[in-house]
């Protein structure tokens, strides 16, 4: 088990508006999970994605899956 704490970053792409999620991507080898939040919420939900169902989401995003915003 791990006391480590979650790095939260966005992507240097989101200059929108606000329209952007956090990830801490830092845990993913010590606890098998990618947690992600609104980064207009810090003290809101966290949604913690197991490693393989985030690299689905990045994978389908980048291959245009979800269409464009």
């Not at 939260?8 to 801490?24: D, R, T």
């Not at 939900?45 to 990045?58: D, M, Q």
């Amino acid at each position: 088990m791990t006391t480590e704490s979650p790095r939260w970053f966005k992507s240097s792409f989101s200059e929108n508006g606000g329209q952007c999620i956090e990830v801490a991507a830092n845990l993913a080898d010590s606890c098998g999970v990618v947690p992600v939040r609104d980064s207009k919420n810090p003290c809101g939900p966290v949604l913690n994605l197991p490693t393989s169902a985030f690299a689905a989401f990045v994978t389908g995003v980048k291959s245009g899956e979800f269409g464009t915003v």
